[in-house]
């Protein structure tokens, strides 16, 4: 089992930037991916961004150019920079880590972005 906390979430302007951080701790050789999703109001959750464990990444179409997923094997972190944030990337985000047979989640961040 992997263990993930998130944080870095806030209210931030639209056309500003935040930096969420994923810590995790437990079984992290096991991990073979790591991702970002988030889920609105009233919206289902959706994908955001993924790493897998050789470093390829994948982002969904909404944030391409915008958002950059990253790592820091060192200190076990996985990295969520968020540029130009619009309104409609207000929801509330989370960590994910796949090991095999079971996906791991954190507690979730909340980013609101308004004026």
């Known amino acids: 089992q992997v263990q993930l906390v998130e944080s870095g979430g ?5 056309g500003g930037s935040l930096r969420l951080s994923c810590a995790t701790s437990g079984s992290i050789f096991s991990i073979y991916r790591m991702g970002w999703y988030r ?4 919206k289902q959750r959706e994908l955001v961004a993924l790493i897998t464990k050789p470093g390829s990444t994948n982002y969904a179409d909404s944030v391409k150019g915008r958002f950059t997923i990253s790592r820091d094997n060192a200190k076990n ?12 990337d207000t929801a509330v985000y989370y960590c994910n880590a796949a090991t ?9 961040t909340q980013v609101t972005v308004s004026s």
Not at 10 to 14: H, S
Not at 77 to 88: A, D, G
Not at 101 to 107: A, I, N, P, S
């Open 39 to 42: 889920q609105a109001p009233g």
């Open 100 to 108: 095999p047979g079971r996906d791991d989640w954190g507690q979730g």
């Open 10 to 14: 806030g209210l931030v302007q639209p």
């Open 77 to 88: 972190t996985v990295y969520l920079q968020m540029n130009s944030l619009k309104p409609e």
